[in-house]
């Protein structure tokens, strides 16, 4: 099998499983594009088997620390042990992410469930190349009425392939609705802007609506509403959620029809709107999209967090909440807290931690790999103002 030597000093070394240029010492046995590779130290011990591209900054990807190949006794196997896992955890195992990459030890392969459907991506070449050994492990486990490989995210073109949407098994499901948290979604895995529901998010919205009864709620970026309908679920006195996208705007008033909730959803640019917004609310929640997808941009990102921190911030009076988060893994934990904690020194307001929320279980994190832990957020509220 052609192979890399990892130089000294290799993040590999100290427990992650990726392999940079940089930290190659020589190749051997030309492999190609999609290979699977063995990788050895510079001493000729074996470091375990690696799927290679060299046109991606990380050049491998080690998925086992013995030779193996990917077959696919090798997808169902693993794919298997991911649906063992989520079982464990207590989390329906028909509404939740089956495979997370790294942390399922399947580099580059995310599976969302959604109930008889599958939504499967393909983010590295290797995993791209062997597509239809993913859907036959997946017909073989699961048995489901469709699969669709929605590849239309932009990280695809760090490893030179191109981006689109297409039928892997099945045919197109069309819209239908999935039950999360007592509430129904319509979701639209092949023709949908996005799937219609953040799995990730599932845990928190829960923890954050807990705390919503009676209160006067606002949903900033609401997407498909899910905050926005979990706080009215849970006998908030009035829910207003804001979205610049009319088609996010519309599928959040179509899912709040769905089960009978009253909310105002205002189509707006959230900065404009929090700028001039009144202050009549107790409980504002703040869920952007990532405004960072790299280090270059990360301060750009860390201004507009503290921008949106700040107007949020100056709209809540004592004993307000503010619940903020962030799904970039550039922009960490003590990062993204120290950003509100200068908002609150501007806004002359003291914060109170409530609770810290992540990622939901089914998006497990690999602690050598922190890039595998991307979402974070805090629940604070306002004890003092001055």
Known sequence: MAGLIIAPRARIFHGHEWVYATEIRKTFGD?????????????????????????????????????????????TRRIRQAIEYRERKEIDPRLCRLVWSESDGIPGLIIDRYGDHLSVQTLT?????????????????????SIVLRNDSPSR????????????????????????NDLDFEVDLFDGQKTGLYLDQLQSHAEVAKLAKGKRV???????????????????????????????????RHNAKLNGLDIDVIEHNV?????????????????????????????DAMRGYKEIHLRS??????????STFCCSYHASRELFLENMADA????????RLMQEHSQRADHPILITIPETGYLKGFTVEVIATR
Request: aromatic share 6%.
């Open 218 to 252: 606002l949903d900033c970026f609401t997407n498909q509403g899910g905050f926005a309908l979990a706080c009215a679920k849970a006998g908030a006195a009035k829910v207003t959620a804001v979205d610049v996208s009319a088609a996010a705007c519309e599928a959040a």
């Open 271 to 299: 900065f404009d709107f929090l700028k001039h917004a009144a202050p009549e609310y107790d409980l504002i929640i703040l869920d952007p999209p990532s405004f960072t997808r790299n280090k270059k941009t990360l301060m």
């Open 344 to 351: 609150s020194v501007d806004a002359k307001k003291s914060l």
């Open 31 to 75: 492999p190609q594009p999609g290979d699977v590779v063995t990788l050895k130290d510079f001493r000729d011990r074996p470091l375990g088997s690696a799927i290679y591209n060299p046109q991606s900054q990380i050049v491998a990807r080690r998925f086992s620390r013995r030779r193996q190949d990917l077959d696919l006794d090798f997808f």
């Open 157 to 180: 073109r760090a490893e030179g392939m191109e981006t689109g949407i297409e039928l892997l098994h099945g045919e197109n499901p069309g819209s239908f609705v999935v039950r999360a």
């Open 125 to 145: 070449l290797a995993m791209d190349l062997r597509k239809e050994l993913i859907r036959d492990a997946l017909v073989g486990l699961l048995n489901p009425k």
């Open 313 to 322: 911030l100056k709209l809540l009076e004592k004993g307000g909440i503010l």
